[in-house]
């Protein structure tokens, strides 16, 4: 066994989604929006760990699950710096960072009470207007939203 192996916080994972990098304010709230609690793939959370890149870190891995990238972006909403590291026969195969996507649909609740998702069965639907602070526009009642105003739905 490697020295790096024995250091890890985590167990290796075989195969699978490693996702890196998430704040540890927002560990559980990407598990609730990647809806993890209905998978039955073994998963793994690590939350405050110790990070070089930041003061402490959060970790999630599932085991066998691959996203498509649509779904990854989502987290990009609340942790825009996560790393995705995509794992086969222990070995990175493929490490991207998560991009906000340009329309973000039915995730984010509108922060106008009268707003018509608010007061209809409707999806929501926002356009990002500044992906360097995660700033969203209503596209039904132009209500702006800053990233620390965001709540998921």
């Not at 609730?32 to 998978?39: N, R």
């Not at 999806?123 to 132009?142: G, P």
């Amino acid at each position: 066994m490697n020295e790096r192996r024995k250091a890890m916080q985590v167990a290796a994972l075989c195969n699978g989604t490693a996702i890196d990098h998430i704040p540890p304010s927002v560990v559980f709230k990407v598990v609730s929006l990647l809806e993890l609690e209905k998978l039955d793939n073994p998963i793994t959370i690590g939350n405050n760990l110790e990070s070089k890149k930041m003061a402490s870190k959060g970790i999630i891995k599932i085991t066998g699950k691959y996203f498509e990238e649509s779904v990854i972006n989502k987290i990009a909403i609340i942790a825009p710096n996560v790393v995705l590291n995509i794992i086969k026969d222990y070995e990175v195969v493929e490490k991207k960072r998560v991009v906000l996507p340009k329309v973000i649909n039915g995730i984010v609740k509108c922060n106008n009470p009268k707003c018509i998702t608010n007061n209809e069965p409707m999806t929501t639907r926002f356009e990002v207007i500044d992906c360097n602070n995660t700033e969203l526009r209503c596209h039904y009642c132009n209500i702006k939203i800053q990233k620390d105003e965001i709540i998921l739905k």
